[in-house]
Every structure is written in C-alpha cells, then in structure tokens.
C-alpha cells in the first residue's frame, strides 16, 4: 500500500506517484505472454517519458517506440539498446531522420511514399542502407475513442495495402533502404479482440504476397493499443492477445514487435491533489483542488473517467460534485457528478490510472509549473523529476526582456 498522505506531505502537491513494481509485472505479464517466440516489447515511450520509467523498463530488457527524435534520445540517454529503438510518426523532419539513421536504430516506421522518398535519400547521403519497416492502414475500426482510433482510412495514419507493397518494392530495389518489418498500430486502448485479429491477419497476408516476389521481413511489429481497466471495461488478456497473433502467422518465423504504452504504466500512476475549496452555484455543488487539467489532460481533452478516492477523515453521506481545477477554463475538470465524501481542508484527492498520457500531456497553461514525479520501488520512494519552479518557467524568456 502506498502512503498517499505522506508522499503529499513530503513532495508536495500536485504530485504524480508511480508503482514501479506495478509496471515490472505489466512488463513481465505480456513478455510472459509471447514465450516459446523471438519477441521485443518496445516500450511506448510517448505513454510517460520520464527518464527514469524509461530506464526501469530498459533494466528490464525493453526496447523503445518512439515517436520524435526526443524521445529516441531519451530512449538512449535512459540506456535502451539502439537495437531495440524503432522511430514511428507521419511527419519526421529530414533532421530526425538523418539523426535516426546515425544512431542504427533497429529501423524507421515509414507513413508514407513521401516519407520513403526522403528516407532513401538521406541515407543516400549517408552512403548507408537504412532500416526501414512501412506502417500499414488496414482500414478496421478499432471500436475505441475517435481520438484515439488509428487504423482507419479517415485517419492519417500509415498506408494503404497497395502504397504498402509499392512502397516495398521499390524499398527492396534501392541501395539505400532495407526493408526489415512491417507495421500495424489500429488505435489506443483496445478492448475488443477481434479488430486486432483481423488487422493482423490482412498485414500476415501481405507479409506471405511479398515473400511471394522475394521480399523476406524479419519484424512483424504489432504495435501497441492494449486497454486497461479505467473503470468497469473487459480487457483482453496478454496470452489470449498473443494467441490472436500468433495464430495469423501461421508458416510465418518472424520476431514480434510489441509497443505498448499504456497497459504497462498506467495503472502504476496515480495524480495527488489537495482539496482546497467547495462551492455551490445554484445547485451546482463543486469541489476545487489544486491539480488542473494542465497537469492531467485526459478527463479535459477525452471526457475520459478515473476513479478519485479522497483520503478523508470528515463524516458524512457522499454527494455528487464537479472536481475541478484553478485553471480558467469551463473545461478545466477531473470529474462531473461525482460521489465524493464530505472533505476539509488540505484533504488529498487520488485520481487513479494516471500512470500513461498523463504527465507528458501537461502543459504550463496560466503560468502553472509542472508537478514533481515520484517513483515507489520495493516499498521506497523516490524523486524522479523535481517540481518545475517559476524560474524554470520564464528561463527561455527573460533574456529577451527589453528595457
Ligand atoms: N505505437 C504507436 C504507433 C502509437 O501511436 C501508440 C499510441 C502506441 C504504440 C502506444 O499505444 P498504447 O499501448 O499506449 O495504447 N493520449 C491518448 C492516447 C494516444 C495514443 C497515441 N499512440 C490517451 O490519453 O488516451
């Protein structure tokens, strides 16, 4: 059990904590889940990029998917091997690109024919060969938030079956690129099995249609997208998730890729923050605390639901509140009607399942520094990304003040 209360008291709020212990056995769960097969499960490094998560889940002999040169070096920095880094993402600058080449990453995830082109050509450049595997869009609805659903044609992502296999050809016709996988990521928080099954049974046909003409792959890189448990959802299981893809590779020896984000942090993370006032607009009851969307987006951006429990020794029936945030913005809110016990000041609030897009989509809207993140590992915790200070705020700027 954690101590919410003390870490409060002793880091301070707004505050992330996060179970490393937790994300190790999420880790261990899905590598467990693909045994008896070559596997690399690369972590989604987007779903929290804090040096120290990263190096908790490189001890663990992870990999890395990234999706900006940053978080490659951040991947490196937190010591994933570079071949076990794969860089994905629809707009890489020729910087990005021409850095990811140096670094020999395991390969590049192309999105398109314009990306490929200049792929060829920096390694050209270069006078290299660069690896490369090409996103395919298989065109299945993922059953999940719009904002979030990735496999569809509607949605920027990857290419066609068709751009797919060109893209292959001419990629196995150049000297300067190598094609070395194929790549599905049909959207986040996957709870239903069966669009993953079939997004991996039209990408298995096109891997045996290109072996057909002599293009062999190594990676078949299955993306990441597992959903986890917010509130009363059925997840699927990491064997029977396994089994799913392994059962559409049948005469297929290739080594799975695996880049799931959220399934192995989120529900290892969770946002502290204290109440601080309750008000009442006509009927309208709220409960205002000192963590606002700028520090934890997804209810904002998503209307996404996480269970808040308040540590609170005040008597009472529960009742129904908005939880909101300092921030100047209607939609500043981590809950709307919900059944919270009466509170008293300094009361801390623990919004659950914050572990994944949570502290990486924070923002220092209305001047608020970002909240300190704190690791707990074998019963102990530790600081692992110190509160951000006014100074740290306005650092990129005051050297411009004119008098
Ligand atoms: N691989 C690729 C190519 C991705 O685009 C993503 C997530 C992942 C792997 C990891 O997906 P995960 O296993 O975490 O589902 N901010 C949103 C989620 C955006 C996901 C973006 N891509 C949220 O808070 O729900």
Redesign the pocket.
């Known amino acids: 059990m954690i101590d919410f209360k003390e870490l409060a008291k002793e880091y301070g709020t707004p505050l992330y904590v996060y179970d490393f212990d937790y994300m190790a056995a999420q880790y261990e769960a899905l590598k467990e889940a693909f045994r008896g097969r070559k596997s690399i499960i690369a972590y989604?490094v987007?779903?929290n990029s804090n040096l120290s998560v990263i190096k908790h889940f490189a001890e663990l002999g992870s990999g890395a998917?990234c999706?900006s040169i940053g978080e490659v070096r951040r991947a490196f920095l937190a010591g994933i091997p570079s071949y076990k880094i794969i860089f994905?993402g629809v707009g890489k600058s020729d910087d990005e690109i021409r850095e990811a080449i140096e670094r020999d990453i395991l390969y590049i995830n192309v999105e398109s024919e314009a990306e490929l082109g200049r792929v060829e050509l920096i390694s050209k450049e270069l006078n290299c060969a660069a690896r490369i595997s090409i996103r395919v869009n298989p065109n299945i609805d993922p059953k999940t938030?719009p904002?979030?659903a990735?496999g569809l044609h509607d949605n920027k992502f990857g290419v066609d079956l068709d751009a797919a296999k060109r893209m292959y050809i001419k990629a196995n016709n150049s000297e300067n690129l190598d094609p070395v996988g194929i790549h599905f990521?049909i959207g986040?928080?996957l709870t239903q099995l069966q669009p993953i099954r079939e997004a991996a049974e039209i990408v298995a046909d096109l891997v045996r249609s290109l072996q057909a003409i002599d293009i062999e792959l190594k990676f078949f890189d299955i993306?990441?997208?597992?959903g986890i448990k917010y509130d009363d959802e059925t997840t699927i299981e990491p064997y029977e998730y396994a089994q799913a893809i392994l059962g559409t590779l049948t005469a297929l020896d290739m080594t799975i890729l695996c880049?799931?984000?959220?399934?192995l942090t989120a529900n290892a993370g969770y946002f502290i923050t204290k109440f601080l006032y309750e008000k009442q607009n006509g009927e309208k009851k709220f409960v205002v605390v000192d963590g606002a969307m700028n520090d934890f987006l997804?209810p904002s951006l998503?209307k996404?639901y996480h269970e808040i429990e308040a540590l609170s020794d005040a008597e009472g029936e529960p009742r129904a509140v908005d939880i909101v945030g300092p921030v100047c913005e209607s939609g500043d809110f981590f809950a709307k009607d919900y059944l919270l016990p009466p509170l008293e000041h300094g009361d801390i609030l623990v919004i659950k399942s914050a572990g994944?897009?949570g502290f990486g989509?924070g923002s220092n809207y209305n001047t608020r520094g970002r909240s300190a993140e704190v690791a707990v590992e074998n019963g102990k915790a530790r600081l692992i990304r110190r509160r951000e200070s006014f100074e740290d705020l306005i650092a990129l700027e005051t050297e411009y003040l004119e008098d």
């Open positions: 989604a987007k779903a998917d999706v994905s938030h904002y979030i990735t990521h986040s928080q993306g990441g997208g597992l880049e799931p984000g959220r399934f997804r998503y996404a994944a897009y989509m």
